[in-house]
């Protein structure tokens, strides 16, 4: 009997990204049962809700998924099936690294940092109203709280000691919003006293993101609240060579739900078009989490190989610009195919290629790095 693992297919081209990441962990031979739950669109049209009691069931019992993008309809209809899943099950921990692929498709090859976000409450709560009747104006609160800031902080904390990062960089805006930015940049503060090997140091998230364009080799690990780390890890992501390639993860106290950063990217519903690096990724990390250190190795081995080589990658990777050869793209399944099919072979002793542009210490950096425990 194999781990069981919930996986959520999700919406768009999450089935299609899933797919391709379900084949990568049949290559690893490590033995995962999964337990498919719906959960979006699909739901919704046989359950009547976006939200079916037996995915929240099926992630308690089983303390792990991964999932596909959800849709959530702009402005009215359903509220976000990925806020309510953040709720319920207390993911209160976004995880969001920005590795800079084989340098393909980046103008920053040397990119290698993690946006920490705090993902229960904020301007996310849900909390919103009109203020009058001719809806003419409303309000969304932000609520932000000594408890969840500091649960927050300290994550950002143990997760930089424990992958051997250097430093943390609260992000905030405390000049403006004095009461919930100057909470969060208080309690920030506090908790960073009780890291010293650590090093801690605060941007206001305008600054941030000139600074994350400017020079983002000079940050580690960012942690910040909900709004902004949603804003900054779409950013980063950017930096790391697009959303296709970024993934993440979501940790409570005991649950750990892996998912891509980007959305279900509706128009490539059904092409076998879209990239499936983020979505591989996320199970490198599940692997990680799961303590399957040298098949989450391999998989990221196999996925740097194919985006280096760049005979099978998908069309963002095969856009011709400041990547060095522009290729014919390939679809969804034929990448997965292709990363699959390397999985066994790779070479995880071996130093990676230089990518271009990269300084070569920052690479083999990069290969070695654990980003979650082992
Ligand atoms: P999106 O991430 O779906 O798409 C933004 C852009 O990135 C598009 O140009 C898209 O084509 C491209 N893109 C995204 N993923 C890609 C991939 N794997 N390969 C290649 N290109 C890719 O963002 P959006 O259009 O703002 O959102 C679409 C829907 O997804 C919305 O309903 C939104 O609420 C939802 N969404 C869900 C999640 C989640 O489930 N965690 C996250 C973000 C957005």
Not at 40 to 52: M, N, Q, S, Y
Not at 271 to 293: F, M, N, T, Y
Not at 365 to 371: F, G, R, W
Request: glycine share 8%.
């Amino acid at each position: 009997m194999g781990t069981k693992v919930t996986l959520i297919p999700g919406d768009g081209i999450g089935p299609e990204v899933t797919d391709a990441a379900r084949l990568v962990a049949d290559a690893t031979g490590v033995s995962i049962d999964w337990e498919v739950v719906e959960a979006g669109e699909k739901a919704i049209a046989k359950k009547g809700t976006p939200l079916p009691p037996e995915v929240l069931d099926s992630l308690r019992r089983n303390k792990v998924g991964i999932k596909g993008p959800i849709t959530t309809p702009i402005g009215s209809g359903f509220r976000s099936v990925n806020v309510a899943l953040r709720q319920e099950l207390d993911l209160y921990a976004s995880l969001r690294p920005a590795r800079a692929i084989a340098g393909e498709g980046t103008r920053y090859p040397d990119v290698d940092l993690v946006v920490v976000r705090e993902a229960m409450e904020g301007l996310y709560s849900g909390v919103e109203h009109w203020v009058d009747r001719d809806h003419s104006a409303g309000e969304t609160i932000n609520i932000i709280t000594r408890k969840e800031s500091a649960r927050i902080c300290r994550f950002a904390f143990d997760y930089a000691i424990r992958n051997h990062r250097k430093k943390v960089t609260a992000v905030h805006k405390a000049n403006i919003m004095k009461v919930t930015g100057g909470l969060f940049q208080e309690v920030f503060r506090e908790v960073a006293r009780e890291y010293p090997s650590i090093a801690a140091e605060e941007r206001l998230v305008d600054n941030m993101c000139m600074q994350l364009v400017k020079k983002p080799e000079e940050y580690d690990v960012l942690v910040t609240t909900n709004l902004f780390g949603d804003i900054l890890s779409d950013l980063c992501a950017g930096l790391a060579g697009g959303l296709g390639v970024a993934p993440g993860a979501l940790f409570g106290e005991s649950i750990a739900l892996f998912e891509p950063v980007h959305g279900s990217a509706p128009k490539y519903a059904g092409q076998d078009k879209a990239d499936p690096v983020a979505e591989i990724l996320c199970l490198e990390l599940l692997l990680r989490h799961l303590g399957h250190s040298e098949a989450a190795q391999r998989v990221f081995r196999a996925v740097w190989e194919v985006i280096y080589e760049k005979k099978v990658v998908t069309y963002d990777l095969a856009l011709p610009g400041y990547t060095m050869r522009p290729t014919r793209p390939s679809k969804c399944s034929e990448m997965a195919k292709e990363i699959a099919r390397k999985v066994p072979q790779v070479d995880i002793s071996k130093p990676l290629p230089t990518p271009p542009g990269a300084r070569a210490q920052s690479s083999v950096k990069l290969a070695n790095d654990t980003h979650l425990e082992d």
